[in-house]
């Protein structure tokens, strides 16, 4: 069975996410440890709430970006954790982690990559004027929301729209295709090819 990490900041709905699609049978993983920058983030509550060992590694108390990812790597390794989700987790990776996990790392993203990368990208697209907006599931590579594309997930902009509700409708698709891209990986069914990633039937 893969054996999960998964890195977050903030309230953690896709770890949730991902945390009932195996409790529920749809995913057979383990997620054995989640990793925070962010003391108080809900992630690491949801966390023990499920009996999952969880972690803040504050970035403040290294030295550097490689020194803050060497003690993040250190708790992955001790946990034999083969793949890494990135949930909501508001840092840059650096190349120890990249380097350690190539290929191995996934991100989600709340947009129609290569549309509206970075932070706010709801907000982003809302405030383009976007007719159609998303979210993405990609390999995690040096560029920042850059990676192989694995799944993405149209929503339509309503009239009515605020970037609230946008942001609601983009949310929900999100619990959707994240364990849908990751029982893939688990799977062994994704083949990247260049920036392509090719799905086995
Ligand atoms: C999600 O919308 C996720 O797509 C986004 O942060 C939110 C975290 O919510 N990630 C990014 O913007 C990464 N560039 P969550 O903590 O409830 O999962």
Known sequence: MTRIAVLASGRGS?????????????LK??????VSDIGDAYALERA???????????PKGFGSKDLYEEEILRILKNNN???????????ILGKTLLTAYKNRILNIHPA???AFPGLHAQ????????KVAGCTVHFVDEELDCGPIILQKCVEVKEDDTDQTLAERILEQEH?????????FVENKLRLEGRKVKIIK
């Open 14 to 26: 896709n770890l949730q996410a991902i945390i009932d699609s195996i409790e529920n049978g749809y």
């Open 29 to 34: 993983a383990k997620i054995c440890v989640v």
């Open 48 to 58: 023990r709430k499920h009996g999952i060992n969880s972690f803040h590694v504050d």
């Open 81 to 91: 954790v083969q793949l890494i989700l990135l949930a909501g987790y508001m840092k």
């Open 112 to 114: 129609l990559l290569p």
């Open 123 to 130: 907000e982003q697209a809302f405030r383009y004027g976007v």
């Open 176 to 184: 959707k295709i994240y364990p849908e891209a990751v029982k893939l």
